[in-house]
C-alpha cells in the first residue's frame, strides 16, 4: 500500500496547535476567510470562535485606534446618491471606510456578528438599512448598541419576526420595520421603550392584538401599523398610556374589531390624524366625542362596513379638520352638519359609497369654497329654498337636541 500523503489541510488538522492555525487564517482578510471553514472540522472550530474574530478584525478592519467606530450607519441603496448628477441633492450619509464590511455583517456567524457590533458598532445611534434584500434574521448582536436612537429597516427582505433584543435598546426613540416581511405578533417587551416617540411598522405581516404593556410607552407621538393582519380590539387602556403626547395613529389595512375606545378623544387630545379605515370596525364613524380633538386635521374611517350612525355635529368643532373619510359605510345616513361651512381648512371629504346620507349641501358651505366642489362631484345639490322646510325636519329627525337646546 502507498504511503499516505499529506496535504495542507490534513497537516493544519492533525500537527498545528490551535492557536497556530487561528494565527496564519488571521492574516486573510475578513471577507475572505470564512470560504475556508469547509477545509475540514478543526480549521471550523478555529474560525467560528469569538476570539478568532476579534483577532481578525482588529489586524484587517481596525489596526489602530484611528479609525473611530461611526455613529450613524447607512446600508442599502442611498437614492439620493444615485440622483446627486441629475438633481440637486445630495446623501445625509458620508460613507465609513468599513461599510462594504458592514454589509457581509448579516451573513456572518455568530461570533463575528458580536465581534463586529463590539469593535465597529459599539458608539452607533443611527441604524439604517433601506432599498436592500438582506434576506436573513435581524443579528441578535445589534443588541449590543445601546446607543441606538434611531433604528431603520426599510424594504428589506427579513426573515422571522420583531426579534426581543430590541427591547434593550432602551435609549431608543424612534422604530421603524417597514415593508420587510416581519411575522409574528407584537413582542409585549417594546413597552421597556419608555423613550420611544416614533414606532412606524407598516407592511409586515404581523398578526394578534397590541399588547396591553404598551401603556408605558408614554412619549409615543406617531404610531403606525398600518398594513398587517393586526386583530381584536383597539384597547382602550393603551391608548390611555399614550394620553396627551400622541400626534399621529394609523392602524389601518387590519383586522380590528369592536368599537373606537372613548380614550382615543378623552386622553389623546393632542391627535393630528387618525386613520383606521378598511378594519372590521363597529359603531359611529363620527362618535360625538370628536368635538375635544381640537387639533385634528384628518379622520378616517372608510371601508369599515358595519360602522354608521350620523356625523355627528361635534365635527364642525374641530376647525383645524383638512380632510374626512367616510366612504364605503353604508349605514352612515342622515344630512351633512349644519355648520359644515365653518371647516374653512376641510378640502377633503371621501362619501362614496354612502347611500343613506342625504344629499344635501348645508347653506353655510359657500359656493366658491374647495369643500363645495368636492361636495358637487360627489352629486350633492346645493342648499336651496325650496328645500328648506325638508332640511329642517331632517335636522330634528337626526339631531332633536340641535334645535330644541336640551342635553342628550
Partial sequence: MPPRTSTPANYLQTRLPSEMVALIFSYVAPTAVLKHVRLCRRIRSCLSTRHFALQSLRRHAFPSALTAPPKTLFLGIDLAALLAPFVALRSAHVPHPHDSLARLWFRM???????????????LSVFHA????????????LGRCVNLTRLVF??????GGIPAFVSQLLNLRALFLVHCGLVGELPASLGQ???????????????GAIPVEWETMARLRVVNLEGNALSE?????????????LQVLNVSKNRFSGILP???WRHCTSLEQVHVDENNLEGDAVPAGIGKLTRLQK????????????????????LMLREVGLAQIERLRGPLPVRLGDLGSLIEMKLEGTPGLVRLI?????????LHAVLTRLYFPHYTSHCQYHHKHLQNEFYPTLHSGKKA
Avoid at 379622520?299 to 361635534?314: F, K, L, Q, T, Y
Fill in 130 to 141: 433601506q432599498n436592500w434584500a438582506i434576506g436573513t434574521a435581524i443579528p441578535e448582536a
Fill in 262 to 264: 372613548h380614550e382615543l
Fill in 233 to 245: 380590539c383597539i384597547p382602550g387602556r393603551v391608548l390611555a398610556g399614550w394620553h396627551n403626547t
Fill in 299 to 318: 379622520w378616517d374611517c372608510s371601508g369599515n362596513i358595519r360602522m354608521g350612525g350620523v356625523i355627528a355635529d361635534e365635527l364642525c368643532v374641530c
Fill in 154 to 159: 426599510a424594504k428589506n427582505n427579513l426573515k
Fill in 109 to 123: 456567524p455568530a461570533a463575528f456578528q458580536e465581534a463586529f457590533a463590539e469593535l465597529y458598532l459599539c458608539d
Fill in 362 to 370: 348645508p347653506a353655510t358651505v359657500g359656493r366658491e369654497s374647495t
Fill in 193 to 207: 421603550l419608555t423613550l420611544l416617540e416614533e414606532l412606524v411598522l407598516v407592511g409586515n405581516q404581523l398578526t
